[in-house]
Nanobody, 124 residues
Framework: QEQLVESGGGLVQAGGSLRLSCVTSGGTFYNMGWFRQAPGKEREFVATINGHGTETIYARSVKGRATISRDNAKRTMWLQMNGLKPEDTAIYYC???????????????????WGQGTEVTVSS
C-alpha cells in the first residue's frame, strides 16, 4: 500500500528553522511536493521537486527561505524552512505523483497521494 508519512513539525519561534521529512513506502513516486493549510484557509502550494531532484518550484511566499530536496535511495523528501514567520503556521502535507510527468504541478489536484500532515506553529 502506498504511503507517505511526514514528520518534523513543531513549535518554533519566529526566525527559527525546521526541517520537515516525508518518507514514502509501497510504491514508486515521481514528482513530489509540499502543500500547507492554515486554519480557516485553503490548502496552498509550497514547493515541488521532480523525480530526479533536479528541478524545483517554490511558492513566492517561501522562496529564498525554503529548500526542497529528496533522496530516492532513502525514499525521503525534505523541506528545510528558515526564517520562519507566524504566517508559516499551518499543517504541512507531503504529496506525490505515482506516474511520470515532465510537468511540475503547483496544483493540489494533480497529486493523488498525500500524507497525514505535520503541524508547524511559529510564535511571534
Amino acid at each position: 500500500q502506498e504511503q507517505l508519512v511526514e514528520s518534523g513539525g513543531g513549535l518554533v519561534q519566529a526566525g527559527g528553522s525546521l526541517r520537515l521529512s516525508c518518507v514514502t513506502s509501497g510504491g514508486t513516486f515521481y514528482n513530489m511536493g509540499w502543500f500547507r493549510q492554515a486554519p480557516g484557509k485553503e490548502r496552498e502550494f509550497v514547493a515541488t521537486i521532480n523525480g530526479h531532484g533536479t528541478e524545483t518550484i517554490y511558492a513566492r511566499s517561501v522562496k529564498g527561505r525554503a529548500t526542497i530536496s529528496r533522496d530516492n535511495a532513502k525514499r525521503t523528501m525534505w523541506l528545510q524552512m528558515n526564517g520562519l514567520k507566524p504566517e508559516d503556521t499551518a499543517i504541512y502535507y507531503c504529496a506525490a505523483q505515482s506516474y511520470y510527468s515532465g510537468y511540475l504541478s503547483v496544483t493540489s489536484h494533480d497529486y493523488r497521494h498525500w500524507g497525514q500532515g505535520t503541524e508547524v506553529t511559529v510564535s511571534s
